[in-house]
């Protein structure tokens, strides 16, 4: 609408002749202002005293995440409590799980109880891996920035790491060069006034609480707690017209407890970014408690931790390809997929040597399900799987397909002697269908050798896996490894040159399921 008075070729249109543009403008005067979509709080959490309709509209939405229809107000969180209910923020932490799941690990290895809660909070070593920037996988202060300034910060003490979990979000970063400065020279310290001294001197004269906020309006002003509150939450919602009525309720205040309206004026301005951005310190202590734990966990039990926080991230592969990576920068072990050891997560175990590493879990293959993780889980636990027919016969079941055993494959997860397979002859001639005619085994020139009838041999290069080989008239070769006709028998995949199909053919074998790949030299073909 404001468009239509300023802009007189748009007004022009809206009245012409051309229906479609005027139409559409039309019907955009009419759209102006309305609700465009809804949307739900992740978090958000309405209170009311007495039944929530007697206070707002409400509906129902279809929540995603337990395909449950759930209860919200059509009234947005910035009026809602201006109708008499309280909106509360319940955040959930993954952090906190990835510390239970490190405990469960180190009791279910060592018997060990840890009662999180009674761990060090000034423990050297532990603060050692926050001055060297070591970081990686700590609640809060994992990122880069953060660790370059934890560097140059040296914290050695829990406050420290109350203000930089504070200092560091927009806004109050500015500060933390300050920050810094004041805690390695003191003496660089200053403050707008004596009276700020006893407020900001833990803080190095850096405003960074919300409470120091009120705390500076109390001394200041002369603020009630309650009327400190109120102006907290005036700045933060940065209405000007309600910061320009608490800035004369500031100034007016300082005055009378002695200070120029100018100087007022200038504490006032220093305090309004801070408001607007500055964490309060009661919320800042809780995320550092919860780091210098985490942290803690890190230094004094790695292989846990971090089993722990990789089952945090399975469904983000770049970050557990991170974490991998700083597993073996710093010496712990990292142990392959395997069917006969791993379960569906990361898991805590040993290596030959006996060192304790971490067995990556079958979750993190791509395409391998939970389904037929348990499965192969619960035939395992009668016994482990002796070689690939083994496995193939134990786990026939809906769960897992031919598909999953490819991608175990691929993922290394199965650990058997890859030239350990039986060859069926299938065909007229020479030798009877099914008849089994050699089985392949290395030899110690390299090669695997399957002897019959009609002489051959196969180049040992790698696995055996799925596929069909055709040898015109003289029937086909299938390597025994599914026993289950309903997955085609998993025979081997064989590509013929034409010219060289019929006497001393050439062929390439590709077995996709074991990432065989090699030749096979056929002679001495009956006519």
């Not at 199909?501 to 001495?524: M, R, T, V």
């Amino acid at each position: 609408k404001i468009c239509l008075k300023y802009v007189p070729e748009l007004a022009e249109a809206r009245n012409g002749e051309d229906r479609n543009l005027a139409d559409t403008l039309k019907y955009a005067e009419m759209l102006e202002g309305t609700v465009r979509q809804t949307g739900v709080h992740a978090c958000g959490v309405i209170i009311g005293a007495e039944d929530l309709t007697n206070f707002a509209p409400v509906c129902t939405i279809l929540d995603k995440d337990s395909s449950e229809d759930v209860l919200v107000t059509q009234y947005d969180g910035h009026v809602i409590e201006s109708v008499g209910l309280i909106k509360m923020d319940f955040l959930g932490l993954k952090n906190l799980t990835i510390i239970k799941n490190t405990l469960q690990h180190i009791k279910k290895r060592t018997g060990e109880e840890i009662d999180i809660d009674k761990i060090p909070l000034d423990d050297e070593l532990t603060y050692n891996l926050f001055c060297d920037g070591n970081t990686v996988g700590t609640f809060q202060f994992e990122s880069a920035g953060m660790q370059k300034y934890l560097r140059e910060l040296k914290p050695h003490v829990f406050e420290d790491l109350i203000a930089m979990n504070a200092l560091y979000r927009p806004g109050p970063m500015d500060s933390i060069p300050r920050y810094i400065r004041g805690k390695q020279h003191p003496e660089t310290v200053k403050y707008l006034s004596p009276l700020l001294a006893p407020i900001l001197d833990v803080t190095y004269g850096c405003m960074v609480y919300q409470e120091q906020v009120m705390q500076v309006a109390q001394r200041i002003a002369g603020y009630s707690l309650g009327g400190a509150d109120m102006l907290r939450r005036a700045m933060g919602k940065k209405k000007a017209e309600v910061m320009a009525a608490e800035k004369t309720k500031f100034v007016e205040g300082a005055v009378k407890n002695g200070f120029e309206a100018a100087h007022a004026d200038d504490i006032f301005e220093i305090m309004v970014p801070f408001a607007g951005y500055g964490f309060n310190k009661s919320h800042a202590a809780a995320y550092a408690k919860v780091a210098v734990e985490t942290a803690w966990l890190k230094l004094h039990h790695p292989v846990p931790f971090m089993a722990a926080m990789m089952n945090s991230v399975m469904d983000n592969m770049p970050k557990v390809a991170g974490y991998i990576q700083y597993c073996r920068q710093n010496g712990i072990p990292m142990l392959p997929p395997s069917v006969n050891h791993s379960g569906w997560k990361f898991s805590v175990d040993r290596d030959p040597q006996g060192t304790p590493g971490i067995r990556f879990g079958l979750g993190g293959i791509k395409g391998v399900g939970q389904g037929a993780v348990k499965q192969i889980e619960k035939e395992r636990s009668h016994g482990a799987f002796a070689d690939m027919v083994d496995f193939i016969e134990r786990t026939s079941s809906d769960q897992l397909n031919k598909r999953m055993v490819e991608c175990l494959s691929r993922g290394e997860a199965l650990p058997f002697d890859p030239m350990n397979a039986t060859i069926y002859y299938v065909g007229p001639s020479p030798a009877r269908p099914g008849q089994v005619i050699g089985s392949a085994g290395p030899t110690t020139s390299g090669r695997m050798d399957a002897y019959a009838p009609t002489m051959m041999s196969v180049g040992a290069r790698g696995m055996i896996g799925k596929g069909a080989a055709a040898f015109g008239d003289h029937g086909q070769i299938f390597f025994k490894l599914f026993q289950r006709a309903e997955i085609d028998r998993a025979a081997a995949g064989i590509a013929a040159h034409e010219r060289n199909a019929e006497k001393s053919g050439y062929f390439d074998l590709f077995f996709h399921p074991f990432k065989f790949c090699g030749n096979l030299f056929c002679s001495g073909f009956a006519e």
